[in-house]
């Protein structure tokens, strides 16, 4: 029996899944994360390292990993690649000055070999703002299509409000499940 398969089958018993949460800053991050949490937003300040939250949905496990998306900071996102099964890149919809600079980072991320493999969910964030690109827009923008080496989806959705934020994650984590456990 392989590592890998011993692997599965200790993560499979306690059914938990690790999920990185990343983006440029200001994308909504924090605040998605707070909002599926079902905490207080109306104190959130720029993440300047990473926050962590161990939350039950569904019967699984998820520990999601929140890391601060400002350039000074994108050099450490690689510290926490390891063993990630999903990852949620989150774009502000409304900052069209900055959505080059999103897809650029995203694609570099996805080369990252200690993220092969982990299922991509994209947070067209802020849709609640007047002037958001849609997820279509967003869609060929980030090049989404050029994609082969992950299953990704791409979701609108507004932190602020909540909307949406559910079905995505539930994708999310139906794609992890499908891939990681099998089905006893």
């Not at 919809?93 to 996805?110: F, G, I, P, T, W």
């Not at 092969?116 to 299509?145: M, R, Y």
């Not at 299953?151 to 539930?170: F, K, P």
Request: hydrophobic fraction near 40%; glycine fraction near 8%; aromatic fraction near 8%.
């Amino acid at each position: 029996m392989g590592f890998l398969t011993v692997l599965r089958k200790m993560k499979q018993k306690e059914k938990e899944m690790r999920i990185l949460i990343l983006g440029l800053d200001n994308a909504g991050k924090t605040t998605i994360l707070k909002r599926f949490n079902g905490e207080e937003i109306d104190t959130i300040s720029p993440t300047l390292g990473f926050n962590i939250k161990t939350l039950e949905h569904r019967g699984y496990k998820l520990n999601m990993w929140d890391v601060g998306g400002q350039k000074s900071l994108r050099s450490y996102w690689r510290n926490y690649f390891e063993c990630t099964d999903g990852l949620i890149w989150v774009v502000d919809s409304a900052d069209k000055r900055r959505l080059e600079d999103c897809r650029a980072e995203l694609h570099v991320l996805l080369k990252e070999e200690r993220l092969a493999g982990a299922t991509l969910l994209v947070f067209a964030n802020k849709q609640d703002l007047p002037g958001a690109c849609s997820s279509e827009e967003l869609k060929d923008i980030l090049e989404l299509e050029k994609i082969k080496t992950h299953h990704w989806q791409i979701v609108w959705c507004s932190a602020v409000t909540g909307q949406n934020l559910l079905s995505g994650i539930d994708w999310l984590i139906n794609d992890i499940a499908a891939r990681i456990f099998t089905l006893d």
